[in-house]
């Protein structure tokens, strides 16, 4: 399968075909899963949720959205980059939930060997997670475009002109855009912290 093979696939989403989301996930799971091994790297220590269930996970979230269609390549990586973000913030609130004993369960003591053996996300990552998402919602409010460009940038570690590509903008612009907005989330996410 050629890069033009994912280019039709990609047209005939656009036009409306949804059905050619079967063909097209096999043909881009590589690239997909780049992206989401990306995102594992940031998140080291976590091992319940790893690289193939977060492509597994994105790829059901697309293949859900009523209007999904893609302009081009490049924008349908950034479709699945927010949607991992999604996962991975759904995910981080999740544990922070049973953290604090949201989902606490009755265990016997026969089954405490067991429970030990699971690696679990650490309380900083936890954290670091929540506040970073707090940060995306704000920065999300009141600057959209700063936004897209980190969902693109960190989340679907696309390169500066695939970013300046996805959002039909200049790569300059995405440099300066990316440079504020790491400055924005980085304030934010110590001001949560210190509080």
Same mark, same amino acid.
């Given at each position: 399968? =050629?890069? +033009? +093979?994912?280019?039709?696939?990609?047209?005939?989403?656009?036009?409306?075909?949804?059905? #050619?989301?079967d063909?097209?996930?096999? /043909?881009?799971?590589s690239?997909?899963?780049?992206?989401?091994?990306?995102?594992?790297?940031?998140?080291?220590?976590?091992?319940?949720?790893?690289t =193939?269930? /977060?492509?597994?996970?994105?790829y %059901?979230?697309l #293949?859900?959205?009523?209007? @999904?269609?893609?302009?081009?390549?490049? &924008?349908?990586? *950034? #479709?699945?980059?927010?949607?991992?973000? &999604?996962?991975?913030?759904?995910?981080?609130? *999740?544990?922070?939930?049973?953290?604090?004993?949201?989902?606490?369960?009755? #265990?016997?003591?026969?089954?405490?060997?067991?429970?030990?053996?699971? $690696?679990?996300?650490?309380?900083? &990552?936890?954290? @670091?997670?929540?506040? %970073?998402?707090? $940060?995306?919602?704000?920065l999300?409010? =009141?600057?959209p475009?700063?936004?897209?460009?980190?969902?693109?940038r960190?989340?679907?570690? @696309?390169?500066?002109?695939?970013? $300046? $590509?996805? /959002?039909? +903008?200049?790569?300059a612009?995405v440099?300066?855009d990316? =440079? /504020?907005?790491?400055? %924005?989330?980085?304030?934010?996410? &110590? *001001?949560?912290?210190?509080?």
């Amino acid at each position: 399968m =050629t890069q +033009t +093979t994912v280019n039709q696939l990609l047209d005939e989403l656009k036009g409306g075909n949804r059905a #050619v989301l079967d063909q097209l996930f096999p /043909l881009v799971y590589s690239e997909l899963r780049a992206i989401a091994h990306a995102h594992r790297r940031r998140w080291q220590g976590d091992e319940t949720l790893g690289t =193939t269930a /977060l492509v597994n996970e994105a790829y %059901l979230k697309l #293949v859900g959205q009523a209007e @999904m269609r893609p302009e081009s390549r490049v &924008h349908f990586f *950034a #479709v699945a980059a927010k949607a991992m973000r &999604h996962i991975l913030s759904n995910y981080a609130r *999740a544990r922070r939930r049973q953290k604090r004993g949201g989902d606490a369960k009755n #265990v016997s003591l026969d089954d405490v060997d067991a429970i030990a053996g699971t $690696a679990v996300l650490s309380d900083e &990552h936890i954290d @670091m997670a929540g506040a %970073l998402e707090s $940060a995306m919602t704000r920065l999300g409010e =009141t600057n959209p475009r700063l936004s897209q460009v980190v969902e693109c940038r960190f989340y679907g570690d @696309m390169s500066i002109a695939d970013t $300046a $590509a996805a /959002l039909g +903008t200049s790569p300059a612009t995405v440099k300066r855009d990316w =440079t /504020l907005a790491r400055a %924005l989330l980085y304030r934010e996410m &110590h *001001a949560h912290q210190d509080s």
